[in-house]
């Protein structure tokens, strides 16, 4: 089975902290995802990667930026973390050969920022 | 820009009913995906069923249907015989057909509980 793995379930950091959320997957995908879940809005897109050391922004990539170095590890990272930022932070990943493929999501870090 | 819409936040259905849940969505594309997705308290997000647009024919998936309605733009998830373990959130995805942005697009999310 595809294993989507988030370091860490829940986080509480502070305000104007750097925070890292790392997410590593195991099947050799070529694609990354961090998306943004709130209640009420859904997920929403913050970043994607579909190579290494190549990365997109997503639809509120604003206060976010990303890094992969090695085709299994994404990750999000809060320059300055801030109150609003608080949230549930769900990765995934996809093979990025066939159209149309299915995501692998990790199991989320909520976010909690003081 | 495409935007999809689950019209129903939340539900509650008992236990071995059928429910059905509505998606509706809007893009100008005629060749793309759909995805249901779901969400248990668990947290771990797992693809329920996929269909693809260019198929006329309704995916199934065990008790799980989908009611596809492409003039309509309509996407609706049928759950036959619910269980308990249904009660999750359930996302309803767009996904347009390009060489390399796969990006996909969620909806709101509905809630369901399934009742004892």
């Known amino acids: 089975d595809v294993k989507v793995t988030q370091s860490s379930r829940y986080l509480v950091k502070r305000t104007g902290e750097k925070v890292f959320l790392e997410c590593v997957q195991d099947m050799d995908h070529e694609n990354m995802f961090w998306y943004r879940q709130d209640p009420g809005l859904g997920l929403r897109l913050i970043y994607f990667?579909?190579?290494?050391?190549?990365?997109e922004k997503g639809d509120i990539p604003e206060g976010y930026s990303v890094s992969r170095e090695k085709k299994e590890r994404f990750s999000l990272i809060l320059e300055s973390a801030s109150t609003n930022q608080t949230s549930m932070y769900l990765c995934?990943?996809?093979?990025?050969?066939?159209?149309?493929?299915?995501?692998?999501f990790g199991s989320g870090t909520q976010l909690s920022v003081l | 820009a495409q935007t999809v819409t689950q019209s129903q936040p939340e539900m509650s259905v008992q236990e071995a009913e059928t429910v059905t849940l509505s998606c509706t969505y809007d893009?100008?594309?005629?060749?793309?995906?759909l995805f249901w997705y779901k969400q248990p308290p668990s947290r771990q997000m797992i693809l329920v069923i996929r269909?693809?647009?260019?198929?006329?024919q309704n995916a199934t998936e065990n008790r799980f249907s989908v009611n596809f309605q492409k003039a309509a733009k309509s996407f609706s998830l049928k759950i036959s015989d619910s269980q308990l373990g249904d009660t999750a959130m359930y996302f309803c995805a767009f996904m347009k057909r390009e060489n390399r942005d796969d990006k996909i697009i969620f909806g709101k999310g509905t809630r369901l509980h399934i009742l004892p």
């Open positions: 269909q693809e647009a260019y198929k006329q």
């Open positions: 995934a990943s996809s093979y990025g050969v066939l159209k149309g493929e299915k995501l692998f």
């Open positions: 990667s579909y190579d290494v050391k190549m990365k």
């Open positions: 893009t100008s594309e005629s060749d793309y995906y």
